[in-house]
Nanobody, 124 residues
Framework: QVQLVESGGGLVQAGDSLRLSCAAS????????MGWFRQAPGKEREFVAA????????NYADSVKGRFTISRDNTKNTVYLQMNSLKPEDTAVYYC?????????????????WGQGSQVTVSS
């Protein structure tokens, strides 16, 4: 069992940066691949970024590639999402999630544990 708590969301202007954190409970954090998803009002939850167990492999949605960076610190049981050059279309609730897949999977159904979400709002 893994419990996830996101933090770091807020209201920013277009072009600003923001860093989300996701703190995980449990001693097996390093055995999970971690992902970030987001859900805008009226839209499906979509994949944003993922990182494998040891942080050596990552995956990104095309819409955030080059602007967002996912990283993890297994000594702190924390995964991060650094978001630069934010756009109004990045506005959403951001969720972190844990998967037992050894790969940084894009597939939502492969993530078994989810955080409660953190609101990110980007004004134009």
């Amino acid at each position: 069992q893994v419990q996830l708590v996101e933090s770091g969301g807020g209201l920013v202007q277009a072009g600003d940066s923001l860093r989300l954190s996701c703190a995980a409970s449990g001693r097996t954090f390093s055995s999970y691949s971690m992902g970030w998803f987001r859900q805008a009002p009226g839209k499906e939850r979509e994949f944003v970024a993922a990182i494998n167990w040891w942080g050596r492999s990552t995956n990104y949605a095309d819409s955030v590639k080059g602007r967002f960076t996912i990283s993890r610190d297994n000594t702190k049981n924390t995964v991060y999402l650094q978001m630069n050059s934010l756009k109004p279309e990045d506005t959403a609730v951001y969720y972190c999630a844990a998967s037992s897949s050894p790969y940084p999977t894009l597939t939502r159904s492969e993530y078994y544990f989810w955080g409660q979400g953190s609101q990110v709002t980007v004004s134009s």
